[in-house]
C-alpha cells in the first residue's frame, strides 16, 4: 500500500527550462511534505517543505505546490541546471509524528 | 560534525549469512531512523528510536531483521539469515524533537548485495 506515489520513475529537462516534479498522496492525514534530493552514492538531503495551511512554498529556484483538494503536489525548479541532476523524493507527515512516508523517487536528468 | 555515519559502505554476502549494518547518528540527535531503499518501492520505514528506544518496528519485514540501539551513538540493523531479496540500499538517518521541518539528515548507505 503506497501512500505516497511518483509515478514518473525518469524526467529529462533541457537546461534553462523548468522541471516540474509530481507527487501524489493518498492519506488525508498527512499535513506536513517534503521534498529531499538525491545524489548517487549519497544519502537523500533535505530541499524543500510546505505545511498543508499553504498551497505554495518558495526557496530561490525551487518551488513545492500543495492541492489538497487533489492531493497532489510538486516541485518546480526553474531554471534548472546540470546540478540539479539527482534523483528527488517526494514525502508526507503527520506533523507531531516522527514517520515520514517517502514516494518511489524520480530520476531528474538536465541536459545541457 | 560528522554527519550520520555508515558502515560498510558495501556488503556483499551469501545467502544465509548473517549480516550487521551500523550507524553512529549525529550527536545531539535524539531521533534515529533506518530506511530501505527498493526500484519498486523507494524509501521505507524499517524502524525508528527515540532516545534509544525502539518506537515503531511496524515496517521491518520480517523476524529476520532486528535492529538495536545500545546508545545514543551506536545502532546496527542485522538481518540473519540474509536472502537475496533483502539486497537494496540501507540508509540510516538521525534527527532532533526541535526540528519542525521535519529535515532528517541521512548517511550515505550500505548497498547489500545478497547472493
Redesign the interface.
Known amino acids: 500500500d503506497q501512500q505516497v506515489k511518483q509515478n514518473s520513475p525518469s524526467l529529462s529537462v533541457q537546461e534553462g527550462r523548468i522541471s516540474i516534479l509530481n507527487c501524489d498522496y493518498t492519506n488525508s492525514m498527512f499535513d506536513y511534505f517534503l521534498w529531499y534530493k538525491k545524489y548517487p552514492a549519497e544519502g537523500p538531503t533535505f530541499l524543500i517543505s510546505i505545511s498543508s495551511i499553504k498551497d505554495k512554498n518558495e526557496d530561490g529556484r525551487f518551488t513545492v505546490f500543495l492541492n489538497k483538494s487533489a492531493k497532489h503536489l510538486s516541485l518546480h525548479i526553474v531554471p534548472s541546471q546540470p546540478g540539479d541532476s539527482a534523483v528527488y523524493f517526494c514525502a508526507a507527515v503527520i506533523q507531531g509524528a516522527q514517520k515520514l512516508v517517502f514516494g518511489q523517487g524520480t530520476r531528474l536528468t538536465i541536459n545541457p | 560534525d560528522a554527519g550520520?555515519i555508515q558502515s560498510p559502505r558495501h556488503e556483499v554476502t551469501e545467502m544465509g549469512q548473517e549480516v550487521t549494518l551500523r550507524c553512529k547518528p549525529i550527536s545531539g540527535h535524539d531521533?534515529l531512523?533506518w530506511?530501505r531503499q527498493t526500484?519498486?518501492?523507494?524509501?521505507?520505514?524499517l524502524i525508528?528510536f527515540?532516545n534509544n528506544v525502539p518506537?515503531?518496528d511496524s515496517g521491518m519485514p520480517e523476524d529476520r531483521f532486528s535492529a538495536k540501539m545500545p546508545n545514543a551513538s551506536f545502532s546496527t540493523l542485522k538481518i540473519q539469515p540474509s536472502e537475496p531479496r533483502d539486497s537494496a540500499v540501507y540508509?540510516c538517518?538521525s534527527?532532533w524533537t526541535e526540528n519542525f521541518?521535519?529535515?532528517?539528515?541521512?548517511?550515505?548507505?550500505t548497498r547489500l548485495t545478497v547472493v
Open positions: 550520520v531521533y531512523f530506511y526500484m519498486m518501492r523507494g524509501l521505507e520505514l525508528y527515540n518506537i515503531d540508509f538517518a534527527s521541518n521535519y529535515g532528517y539528515t541521512f548517511g550515505s548507505g
